[in-house]
């Protein structure tokens, strides 16, 4: 797969550029797309001397849609069709020729988001041993969430995240990458609390925590984004 895009990619942007285009020193050039295609069209500009060259990067813009949709929507209900569609592309297939499925698009949106999210919950908790009180790890696993309210990115992850509820009872396995180092480490000493109670009941009541955190906060981006009164700012 390393070498595809030589099979027909670079021989369409260099083969247009050179061959149809012929660019000179006083013309200028815009790529739609970064790519296989594109790059190679840039390269190929660049080589010929032209003299303005300017690469515009789609993924950005489908990954923006596909990022509200997967919240107005739903995850699952919205289609690719229409995340392409939205992003003012003409061929269905971008979305998946870019980030390989929708899910592929979905762990981009949540990689994006969670890091910086898991870098600042790594510096709420690393003030914090196995002796300090539940509602300090608590408050580090919560405050790095609540902080996305402040913007429409930031709440329509919100939105995202509560739609995937049924993931979290995997977050022990470490082989799905699917929770971060710090949020790891917060939820396996909240799991441990209260240390009288069986596991059984200390797993469920974590999962209870998790699924009403992300919940709530779902619902309170909503309301924030539709514009709704609130009770409390």
Same mark, same amino acid.
Not at 10 to 35: F, I, R, W
């Given at each position: 797969?390393?070498?595809?895009?030589?099979?027909?990619?670079?021989?369409?942007?260099?083969?247009?550029?050179?061959?149809?285009?012929?660019?000179?020193?006083?013309?200028?050039?815009? %790529?739609?797309?970064?790519?296989?295609?594109?790059?190679?069209?840039?390269?190929?500009?660049?080589?010929?001397?032209?003299?303005?060259?300017?690469?515009?990067?789609?993924?950005?813009?489908?990954? @923006?849609? @596909?990022?509200?949709?997967?919240?107005?929507?739903?995850?699952?209900?919205?289609?690719?069709?229409?995340?392409?569609?939205?992003?003012?592309?003409?061929?269905?297939?971008?979305?998946?020729?870019?980030?390989?499925?929708?899910?592929?698009?979905?762990?981009?949106?949540?990689?994006?988001?969670?890091?910086?999210?898991?870098?600042?919950?790594?510096?709420?908790?690393?003030?914090?041993?196995?002796?300090?009180?539940?509602?300090?790890?608590?408050?580090?696993? %919560?405050?790095?969430?609540? @902080?996305?309210?402040?913007?429409?990115?930031?709440?329509?992850?919100?939105?995202?995240?509560?739609?995937?509820?049924?993931?979290?009872? @995997?977050?022990?396995?470490?082989?799905?990458?699917?929770?971060?180092?710090?949020?790891?480490?917060?939820?396996?000493?909240?799991?441990?609390?209260?240390?009288?109670?069986?596991?059984?009941?200390?797993?469920?009541?974590?999962?209870?925590?998790?699924?009403?955190?992300t919940s709530s906060l779902a619902e309170r981006a909503r309301?924030?984004?539709?514009?709704?009164?609130?009770?409390?700012?």
């Amino acid at each position: 797969t390393t070498l595809a895009p030589f099979g027909c990619g670079y021989q369409t942007g260099v083969g247009t550029v050179l061959n149809v285009l012929q660019p000179g020193a006083e013309d200028s050039l815009v %790529v739609y797309g970064a790519g296989a295609v594109g790059l190679a069209a840039v390269a190929a500009a660049v080589a010929a001397g032209t003299g303005t060259v300017v690469a515009v990067d789609l993924q950005a813009s489908r990954l @923006a849609e @596909a990022e509200r949709l997967f919240a107005d929507v739903g995850i699952w209900r919205v289609t690719v069709r229409e995340i392409v569609e939205a992003a003012g592309q003409r061929n269905a297939s971008a979305l998946t020729y870019h980030f390989g499925s929708r899910e592929g698009a979905l762990d981009r949106i949540l990689a994006a988001h969670g890091a910086p999210i898991d870098d600042r919950r790594g510096e709420l908790l690393s003030g914090l041993d196995t002796t300090a009180p539940t509602h300090a790890y608590l408050s580090a696993l %919560v405050q790095p969430m609540t @902080a996305c309210l402040a913007d429409q990115h930031g709440r329509r992850y919100l939105r995202i995240v509560a739609q995937l509820a049924e993931r979290f009872p @995997a977050w022990r396995d470490e082989s799905t990458g699917l929770v971060p180092p710090n949020l790891d480490r917060a939820l396996r000493i909240l799991e441990e609390r209260p240390p009288g109670l069986p596991v059984t009941v200390r797993r469920e009541r974590l999962m209870a925590m998790m699924q009403l955190m992300t919940s709530s906060l779902a619902e309170r981006a909503r309301v924030l984004d539709d514009g709704l009164p609130t009770e409390l700012d």
